[in-house]
């Protein structure tokens, strides 16, 4: 059984900071890409930011760029998602997810991916 489950989300008022974590089970990531995405009330699910294993390279949604940072740790098969300076568009609920690919450049289209955690809520809020 394949897993990505995600946790870190939480209430945090505007100019705050959460670390979103992603833990992999059942597969290892080293030949997949992984992402982040997050989806708002009403709205159509969106990226916020990708990661190639192979080429090493990320991307950021225009939105996120200079206040999130994808990382992650290849001992515990784990990813992340840093955000800094959050603001109230910022709320929503946050998903990891990840896509077995031989393709160097990642992809931010949620179409694109085959694996998905739960979801964590982040609200943005005074």
């Known amino acids: 059984q394949l897993q990505l489950v995600e946790s870190g989300g939480g209430l945090v008022q505007p100019g705050g900071s959460l670390r979103l974590s992603c833990s992999a089970s059942?597969?290892?990531?080293?030949?997949?890409?992984i992402g982040w995405f997050r989806q708002a009330p009403g709205k159509e699910r969106e990226g916020v930011s990708c990661?190639?294993?192979?080429?090493?390279?990320?991307l950021y949604a225009e939105s996120v760029k200079g206040r999130f940072t994808i990382s992650r740790d290849n001992a515990k098969n784990t990813f992340f998602l840093e955000m800094m300076s959050l603001k109230p568009e910022d709320t929503a609920v946050y998903y990891c997810a990840a896509r077995l690919t031989l393709s160097s450049t990642c992809s931010m289209e949620p179409q694109l991916y085959a694996y998905w955690g739960q979801g964590t809520q982040v609200t943005v809020s005074s």
């Open positions: 059942g597969f290892t990531l080293d030949y997949y890409q």
């Open positions: 990661f190639s294993r192979r080429d090493g390279r990320t």
